[in-house]
């Protein structure tokens, strides 16, 4: 069962962009970064941002970094347009991956 603190918003590109690119953005040799959403890019305010960005924030920020940048992809829930998000932001890189996080569960 879901607990009501973990649900909200997911603005996934301002995420990357600004949060992810200050922790990884000017460091150099090989990141791992684990992503755990629905895929549903909304905004603070709870509005569906329609992809928002996300896989060309996750480009952006792997091509600005010296060194491989793996984009590893957990989806909850199962919103087909939200895999294809999730999808597409783990295959920016050849390093990546995407799962769904029923697959984890055994």
């Known amino acids: 069962k879901d607990a009501a603190w973990l649900e909200g918003t997911t603005p996934i590109a301002d995420v990357i962009t ?11 040799g090989r990141a791992a970064v684990v992503l755990i959403s629905d895929g549903q890019a909304t905004d603070y305010a709870g509005r569906e941002g329609g992809g928002d960005g996300a896989v060309e ?50």
């Open 18 to 28: 600004t949060d992810l690119g200050a922790l990884i953005g000017a460091a150099t």
């Open 57 to 106: 924030a996750a480009a952006a920020l792997a091509k600005s970094r010296q060194g491989d940048t793996c984009y590893h992809t957990i989806q909850t829930g199962n919103d087909p347009a939200g895999a294809a998000t999730l999808q597409a932001i783990a295959n920016v890189t050849s390093c990546g991956s995407f799962r769904n996080a029923s697959a984890l569960a055994s």
